[in-house]
């Protein structure tokens, strides 16, 4: 979820009270705030929000069902995750792949945060920042490639 998203806060409520639930239900419920952990929402390559995922014995599905309380709760007693496909191996949050994917978020996140300070901080102009990335680029590129 995120703070900002107009539906992660309308399913809060619900979400609070399935966790609530989780101990009669024998499960764990857990809530990212993709803003402060941008590397799972690489991870889990989470591309809408807010994303529901069940995970058993390292197997991971995403819920794709309705978002009430009873439909949450049905999902897990009366175990119709079993009828959901898995998550395909390349796309498992645990593979090679999705490392590498959150990587990118977590780089990303990471030039965000040096651009903020190069533009906010010291007050240089947003297209001479453009012009210090693309240098950037250029010489790691170059550097590479020898």
Known sequence: YAPWCP????????????AKESERLDITVGKVD??????????????TLPTIYH??????????????????????????????????GWKSPSSIMMHGMAGLFYLSGWI?????????????NVWISYAIFMLATLLIGLFLGL
């Open 55 to 88: 995970a058993n014995d390292g197997v991971f599905r995403r819920y794709r069902g309705s978002r009430t309380l009873e439909d949450l709760q049905g999902y897990v007693l009366e175990r119709k995750w079993q009828a959901v496909e898995p998550v395909a």
């Open 7 to 18: 539906a992660c806060r309308q399913i809060e409520l619900i979400w609070e009270s399935f």
């Open 112 to 124: 965000r945060q040096i651009h903020t300070y190069l533009t906010d901080t010291l007050g240089i």
């Open 34 to 47: 993709i803003t402060q952990e941008p590397g799972l929402s690489g991870r889990f390559f989470v591309t």
